[in-house]
Nanobody
């Protein structure tokens, strides 16, 4: 059974930093891509950043230059370093991991964590 557990959220003032972690169990870490999403109250879920199996990273425009996604395969942990935080970054942050199909391919169907709250006060 795959479990993803996020941690590292909290309350911070604008301009501050937080580092989110997502620990995985029951999952072959590094085989497939992983992502960070966020959802603010009353808003749709938003893709924040992705990291592919080859380490290729992508960011939403809102995260570029401020957030860094990384992965430690030895520790089965995904990270999101968030700097220069803004009030609009306030949201629940979720990590997700691509599932593997029966033929062994990574697919865009995800396992999800339970989320961690990030609150940025201005």
């Amino acid at each position: 059974q795959v479990q993803l557990v996020e941690s590292g959220g909290g309350s911070v003032q604008a301009g501050g930093s937080l580092k989110l972690s997502c620990g995985a169990s029951g999952y072959i870490f590094g085989k497939c891509g992983m992502v960070w999403y966020r959802q603010a109250p009353g808003k749709d879920r938003e893709l924040v950043s992705t990291i592919g199996r080859d380490g290729t990273t992508n960011y939403a425009d809102s995260a570029k230059g401020r957030f860094t996604i990384s992965r430690d395969n030895a520790k089965n942990t995904l990270y999101l370093q968030m700097n220069s935080l803004k009030s609009e970054d306030t949201a629940v942050y979720y990590c997700a991991a691509e599932k593997v199909s029966v033929v062994g391919r990574c697919i865009l169907n995800y396992y999800w964590g339970q989320g961690t709250q990030v609150t940025v006060s201005s």
